[in-house]
């Protein structure tokens, strides 16, 4: 495999008044160049601060990123700036993250002018041009301000930004989550289209599994920072092993109604992972747990090939899961 970027162990510990809060918890996965890892799991997981942490927007508390061959762990600011150009993030919303008082023009234009890229006022305007026709924002909206654009045309200039340096890797943080269904449609397609034609590598992030279905080669579940379940996207929708992540599938809408599917209900609430217990984290909303989940943390074991999974259980849960695909209720 072409590895554009390797994350073996990576934490991120918060010192919070409470006490340690561990929002990212020895993460690991390899991204082959021009694929994309989807990144799933509830509100407070720990997605964006992973993602945060890959594009050097927070410094790791441990563990390792080799990004093309690299250690880019811990680069010093030159280097970071250097990064810059291959790394980006696309925002969930993007109202909060343009600056309200630059039209279209201006906030496509900044990345350019920061790094420089354009020497003539000519070849900048030239640019912005090509990158808005590459995002599909027509010409008359190039004066106007993000207030005046729709969610879509708003989140198309984030990616225009995204993109005018010419990255390889993007790290897209729910960028379709704050849109309308029929719009999340069309920028979905848009990020795959520029995926295809540019080479581009995706990690993912979204709550919502039906959204990285048709996206991510690969799935990786997230809950309370660790990873519960990785696999291919057809094998995590196929077989999902983890009762997380079963929960989270069974929650999905199906539109076949000859197809029941039996709900999995998570009960309780999500808790922080501030100063832990032992035994695994998803104990206290799992239908199936018992005293060993109670007392050991299950390790992430591969299964299956290539499909990694987190519970003391899941084996005996993976007839229950092959069942669950048909089951009435
Ligand atoms: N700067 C910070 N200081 C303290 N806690 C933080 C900080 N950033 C995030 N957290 C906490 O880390 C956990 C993960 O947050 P986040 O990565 O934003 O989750 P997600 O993107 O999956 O919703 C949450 O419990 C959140 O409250
Ligand atoms: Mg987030």
Redesign the pocket.
């Known amino acids: 495999m072409n590895a554009i970027l390797e994350v073996r162990n990576l934490k991120k510990n918060?010192d919070?008044p409470g006490g340690t809060?561990h929002?990212v918890d020895q993460i690991s996965f390899t991204l082959a160049k021009g694929k994309t890892l989807g990144v799933v799991?509830e509100?407070?997981?720990?997605?964006?601060?992973?993602g945060r942490i890959l594009v050097g927007l927070l410094d790791a508390t441990d563990g390792q990123i080799i990004f093309q061959g690299r250690d880019i762990t811990r680069v010093k600011k030159a280097q970071r700036k250097a990064l810059r150009r291959e790394m980006q993030m696309i925002f969930q919303d993007p109202l909060s993250s343009l600056d309200p008082r630059l039209c279209t023009m201006e906030l496509i234009a900044e990345p350019l002018e920061i790094f420089k890229v354009c020497p003539t006022r000519a070849e900048l305007e030239q640019r912005v041009r090509e990158l808005m026709d590459m995002v599909g924002i027509s010409e008359h909206m190039m004066y106007a301000y993000p207030h005046e654009l729709d969610g879509g045309r708003r989140q198309r200039i984030g990616i225009a930004r995204a993109l005018a340096l010419d990255p390889a890797f993007l790290v897209c943080d729910e960028p379709v989550s704050a849109l309308d269904v029929s719009i999340q449609a069309q920028v979905l397609n848009l990020l795959r289209e520029l995926q295809r034609a540019r080479g581009l590598t995706y990690l993912f992030?979204t709550h919502d599994l039906s959204v990285v279905k048709h996206i991510s080669d690969d799935i990786l579940v997230m809950y309370m920072g660790q990873m519960v379940e990785e696999a291919s996207s057809k094998e995590l929708f196929r077989t999902p092993m983890h009762p997380y992540t079963q929960g989270l599938l069974s929650a999905i809408p199906v539109p076949n109604i000859h197809h029941k599917r039996r709900r999995v209900i998570m009960e309780g609430e999500i808790t922080?992972?501030v100063n832990l217990k032992p035994g695994c984290r998803f104990a206290a909303r799992c239908p199936h747990a018992c005293n060993r989940c109670r007392q050991e943390q299950p390790a992430l074991l591969e299964l299956e090939p290539g499909h990694f999974v987190a519970c003391h259980l899941a084996l005996e849960l993976r007839g229950d899961a092959a069942a669950y695909e048909n089951t009435a209720q």
């Open positions: 918060f919070i809060l929002a799991g509100s407070g997981c720990g997605k964006s601060t992973l992030i922080s992972p």
